[in-house]
């Protein structure tokens, strides 16, 4: 009998084990399947996904995700349309003079892409010095697809919400607006 063993007990080496995770390629994987018997070959993402409760978890993340994006293209168009009810009077002075819609309606998208792609670019450069900041061992990762994208969305709802302005400055009354400029 070993030392330190008592009858009956297993030592470590003849225990089987439950998982090994290696780093392998697809042919690696295909030697291991067919050399190796009685064994299940996962990747991680499935692994991960077969966890208890990971998609449910994922499910509420992903719903809170889109709540974000909505109340904050419901905060944009709100933004951009308080700053054009205070420009009314000068947006019926200008149609007063002969502006075009045409041209009011450039003015107002192109005032809400400037202040939109500016706001994007400094909390981009925000984001990425907070980055710089974290110590490594915070759990924070930036993929570039998921900045494009948030950027991307973010620049679609200040344009979508750029509209409503432009239905406010195309419903002003020229005269109304010289009235009230003049009170």
């Known amino acids: 009998m070993k030392q330190g063993v008592n009858q009956g007990e297993e030592t ?17 994987v295909d030697k291991i399947s067919t050399n190796v018997k009685d064994v299940e070959v996962i990747t991680q993402k499935v692994a991960i996904s077969n966890i208890p409760g990971y998609s449910a978890e994922q499910g509420s993340l992903l719903m809170m995700i889109v709540f974000l994006f909505v ?6 168009a709100v933004f951009f349309y308080v700053i054009t009810i205070q420009k009314t009077s000068q947006f019926g002075i200008l149609k007063a003079m002969g502006t075009k819609m045409s041209y009011l309606a450039w003015s107002v998208v192109g005032q809400v892409m400037i202040l939109a792609i500016s706001s994007l670019c400094i909390s981009l450069l925000l984001t990425f010095g907070m980055n710089k900041v974290l110590p490594d061992s915070m759990p924070f990762q930036l993929e570039p697809s998921t900045i494009l994208l948030t950027s991307c969305l973010f620049v679609g709802m200040s344009l979508l919400g750029s509209l409503i302005s432009v239905a406010k400055v195309a419903k002003v009354d020229a005269l109304e607006a010289i009235g009230r400029a003049g009170a």
């Open 12 to 28: 470590s080496s003849s225990v089987p084990f439950n998982v090994i995770a290696l780093n392998a390629n697809a042919d690696q």
């Open 71 to 76: 109340i904050a293209a419901f905060v944009l």
